[in-house]
């Protein structure tokens, strides 16, 4: 008769068990929350464009649209929320060390000299301040408009609850973070900053739209590579 083996039996990763909808919701959640707080730390320094100076913090926002957008069609307006509590609970983790290293004396070894880190993390952390009020109230109604189209339309035109969604969602979120931190903290006349604001709404109204085919296009991936679908859409 045969011995049994005495070679142990590696158990099965815990991560094995994960459901695919789960890490895809995890993937998505890590790169919502990177996007966030690049887009808010580098979001001081202004770039020029065809049509004026705009924030550099353009540049990752951005995908934060088309994330939201596909969390809220696959998990839904529970997926939603839970997507915007923890990017503002990050927002709110990375302003207090922001603060806590801005406050404390660096030693003369230091590459970077208290007044260069102050105006640059430190402006970062009153951007931050802005940045969350102002993402809260363009989520939030993000959310809300989207499930809305969705429910409105019964799941059918991707592009409308994705772009019409957005177009109000940046309305807030853009008049909000300039007058807070543009207006307020950096002191710019009023004709600066709605003129900026003027600029970015445009910016990101056009991006949205042509993002549209990104949307479509991993939309498409999820259901069919990762055989995800869609959450139902809400009764009317």
Not at 6 to 33: D, G, N, Q, W, Y
Not at 148 to 153: D, G, I, R
């Amino acid at each position: 008769m045969a011995e049994p083996s005495s070679v142990p039996v590696a158990a099965p990763s815990p991560f094995a068990r994960f459901e695919p909808s789960h890490k895809l919701f995890i993937c998505l959640c890590c790169t919502f929350v990177a996007c966030l707080l690049l887009g808010d730390v580098i979001g001081g320094k202004t770039i020029t464009t065809p049509l004026g100076p705009i924030s550099v913090g353009m540049i990752p926002f951005p995908i934060t649209f088309l994330l939201t957008d596909v969390v809220n069609d696959f998990y839904g307006r529970r997926g939603a929320h839970f997507i915007t509590a923890l990017g503002f609970s990050m927002a709110v983790l990375a302003w207090a060390i922001l603060q806590i290293s801005t406050a404390l004396t660096p030693h003369e070894s230091t590459y970077f000299t208290q007044e260069e880190f102050v105006k640059v993390f430190g402006g970062s952390a009153r951007l931050f301040v802005a940045s969350i009020v102002a993402y809260l109230l363009g989520q939030l109604l993000d959310i809300r408009v989207f499930q809305y189209w969705k429910a409105l339309t019964k799941s059918r035109h991707l592009w409308v609850r994705a772009t019409g969604s957005t177009i109000l969602s940046q309305i807030v979120d853009t008049v909000t973070i300039n007058v807070i931190f543009w207006r307020t903290t950096a002191l710019q006349p009023w004709d600066w900053v709605w003129a900026k604001i003027g600029r970015e709404y445009v910016i990101k109204l056009a991006v949205a739209i042509l993002l549209t085919p990104a949307i479509y296009a991993l939309h498409g991936a999820i259901v069919r590579v990762l055989r995800i679908e869609p959450e139902r859409h809400e009764s009317r």
